[in-house]
């Protein structure tokens, strides 16, 4: 039987780690991954999180299930981290999820078996697997332009204009809550202001997607967008991470919260939360977010973890503004000043695909065709050769 099944298509990111691992040239440049790496090209154990699991592991007594809606102080805490007082948490309905892309699929699922036939828009472009997620949940996807015809900045009037012609009531947006991921691109507090306000006026549900709180201006300041949208609308979904922002990753620990109408929907929407759980993979793994628990619950490795956080977005920043001086430095004849507007880890950087194919053949340089570098790839040991090998590929491939 199993025979007959056709290769599936590698995954475009990941497909290019493995050549990456595999290129001999040792000068090798990777900004293709989404993870968070140090100035020494690691990605980090947090020491919070290895403090939290120290104290985790002297008192851990237990290792039977959670309930299937996950651990309930965790939930608590990172509501309240998410929700930054937004709204009561007694109309929250929250599940702990494995990672952002479960809280995605639990919620886009729940929706899916219980409004068929819901429409969702996401950004042109999105995170790449919000396709697959919300396509795998039945649920139509549909797609608002975002970016100007450069590409280098929100094309706001057009991904309005869009929205407010072709969306419907009930339809849910799909808004990524900062630090956009493939772009930085974010919208201005503005921007969010009118956002929040039209999908109330057309009874569309923001879908918001908050997987890099603290990466963008700052844990709390990051919360703007989500805030606005709760300002102005009833209901919501927000599915979070903290892949990135713990340096989680492996550990899977994410949650889906919704915003209902009023306390009253809670239970309800709790067990169908639940019910969507059981079906998939019937309760989550306790360790990521036991630690995560530890950690905000306890107000010094609260602090040493926000001070980590800090340090993780304050490289980033600094990476991306040397990077722009960098190019000016070796005369680049394009200028990628527009980078200091964007957020996060990743960033657009106009290159196209047959200039990011010169750079993985003739340097060594792997980003993804799309033009999207993760910043936090760049070091001050591979800036200089970087810098140089973006600007001779613009000459080589100008015209
Ligand atoms: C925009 C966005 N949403 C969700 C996720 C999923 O995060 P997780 O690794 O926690 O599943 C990612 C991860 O890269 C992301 O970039």
Redesign the pocket.
């Known amino acids: 039987m199993f025979q007959s099944l056709p290769l599936a298509p590698p995954d475009s990111i990941l497909g290019l780690t493995d050549v990456f691992n595999k290129d001999p040239r040792t000068e090798k440049i990777n900004l293709t991954v989404?993870v968070y790496k140090d100035e020494t090209g690691q990605t980090p154990i947090l020491q919070s999180v290895k403090m939290a699991e120290s104290k985790l592991l002297s008192q851990e007594k237990s290792k039977g299930y959670l309930g299937i809606e996950g651990h309930p102080e965790y939930l608590k805490l990172v509501s309240e981290l998410a929700l930054n007082g937004a709204v009561e948490l007694d109309r929250v309905s929250a599940a702990q999820t494995p990672?952002?892309?479960?809280a995605?699929r639990v919620g886009a699922e729940m929706i899916g078996t219980h409004f068929p036939g819901s429409r969702i828009w996401v950004s042109n472009p999105t995170?790449a697997?919000h396709n697959s997620i919300f396509a795998a949940s039945k649920l139509q996807v549909e797609t608002y332009p975002y970016l100007s015809s450069d590409k280098t900045s929100l094309g706001f009037s057009e991904m309005i204009d869009h929205l407010t012609q072709h969306g419907r009531a009930g339809d849910f947006v799909c808004l990524?809550a900062c630090c956009h991921?493939p772009t930085g691109i974010d919208p201005t507090p503005e921007n969010w202001s009118t956002i929040a306000k039209l999908l109330n006026e057309k009874r569309m549900i923001p879908f918001i997607?908050y997987?890099y709180q603290g990466f963008g201006d700052g844990i709390v300041e990051d919360g703007l967008g989500t805030r606005t949208l709760l300002q102005h609308n009833s209901e919501a979904v927000l599915c979070s991470?903290y892949?990135k922002n713990f340096g989680l990753?492996s550990e899977?620990v994410?949650a889906v919260m919704v915003v209902n109408k009023s306390a009253d929907g809670k239970e309800a929407t709790l067990s169908q939360l639940k019910q969507t759980v059981r079906s998939n993979y019937s309760n989550p793994p306790r360790h990521g977010a036991a630690t995560v628990a530890v950690i905000l619950g306890d107000a010094e490795l609260r602090k040493a973890w926000e001070v980590e956080v800090d340090a993780m977005r304050s490289r980033i920043a600094t990476m991306r503004q040397q990077f722009v001086e960098g190019m000016k430095a070796v005369k680049s004849i394009r200028d990628f000043s527009f980078l200091l507007t964007q957020k996060g880890m990743f960033s657009y950087t106009g290159l196209t695909p047959l200039q990011a194919d010169w750079l993985k053949k003739e340097r060594a340089i792997y980003l993804v065709g799309t033009g999207r570098i993760n910043v936090a790839g760049i070091s001050p040991s591979n800036l200089p050769r970087l810098c140089q090998s973006i600007a001779d590929c613009l000459v080589a491939t100008a015209n």
């Open positions: 989404g990672g952002g892309t479960g995605l995170w697997n990524h991921n997607d997987a991470s892949s990753y899977r994410g």
